[in-house]
């Protein structure tokens, strides 16, 4: 008989999840340490943060206020966006077209090898050219993001799909008597809820920490604001810095505390031992 593998052991979780704790604590503690020093008299208080705090984010910190709500902004567009093109045309290829999965997984992965700035070198045309039409509002920046998150989105949701026998759900509630609307809203997305707040968190994050596009298409976001704040004030900009971290760890904790919510939601108590 041939091994079965087993799950690791309390100790051996313990050891892997500590080993990565500590990979993303210690970079932290080392912000925090940074913003407390009080320079060459030695020493740590919290003069910095209760400055800030007190001034209300005023004078030239006020722009980095402008640019978190840009930057939440274009998540949300950015979620949508990919969202409301991917899940239904992923649909459509496993019912209707499944010989032209490779040529959907192709283009939806490749633009993780095309580097940010090279993007830009293709997209700046198309920009002058929406500049011209919409206007150059931050808010068109969600296009080119699409385009950036696209591959994590989709490896999230595709691996939700390959669990789900979705032709069987789809046949059945037609034969009962729903439209492809009902099908898609109220049979297929609840199955695949997992893998698409997965493609949002994913999304949110890269458009929360994305620079090189926003910088070079001369758009104001979270990342571009907190480099021109670092080069007049770095202890300044580092507590920007760990409070936009904060953020960000607090709408992803919402947005998925949503998804679980909706999910209890939908469970019926048992009584009497039948369902």
């Known amino acids: 008989m041939t091994a079965v593998a087993h799950t690791p052991t ?3 979780r313990g050891l892997i999840l500590g080993s990565i704790g500590l990979v993303f604590a210690i970079p932290i503690v080392a912000m925090v340490e940074f913003t407390l020093r009080r320079g060459l008299a030695g020493g740590h208080d919290v003069s910095r943060w209760t400055a800030l705090f007190q001034g209300g984010f005023a004078g030239p910190y006020r722009t980095v206020l402008v640019a978190l709500g840009n930057s939440v902004g274009l998540a949300v567009g950015t979620v949508a966006i990919v969202l409301l093109l991917l899940v239904p045309t992923l649909l459509l290829v496993h019912l209707r ?17 095309i580097p940010a700035i090279v993007l830009v070198v293709g ?3 198309v920009y002058s050219v929406l500049a011209r039409l919409l206007g150059s509002s931050v808010w068109t920046l969600a296009f080119a993001y699409g385009i950036t998150v696209l591959p994590f989105a989709y490896r999230a949701i595709q691996a939700n ?3 789900v ?9 037609r034969t009962l008597g729903a439209g492809w609307a009902s099908v898609l809203v109220r049979v297929l997305i609840p199955n695949l809820r997992r893998g698409i707040l997965a493609g949002a968190f994913i999304s949110v994050a890269v458009v ?3 620079f090189t596009i926003a910088s070079l298409l001369n758009r104001v976001t979270l990342q571009t ?3 021109v704040v670092s080069k007049a004030d770095p202890y300044t900009a ?3 810095s760990l409070l936009a971290l904060t953020f960000a760890f607090l709408l992803l904790l919402v947005i998925g505390r949503l998804g679980t919510v909706r999910t209890g939601s939908r469970r019926r108590p048992t009584t009497g031992g039948q369902p």
């Open 97 to 113: 077209f499944p010989h032209l999965r490779r040529v959907m997984e192709f283009v939806c992965i490749l633009p993780i090898s």
């Open 161 to 163: 799909l390959d669990g």
């Open 10 to 12: 309390r100790l051996v």
């Open 238 to 240: 580092v507590i920007l």
């Open 165 to 173: 026998d979705v032709r069987t759900l789809s046949e059945a509630a």
């Open 208 to 210: 929360l920490g994305e």
């Open 123 to 125: 997209l700046a045309p």
């Open 225 to 227: 604001a907190l480099v």
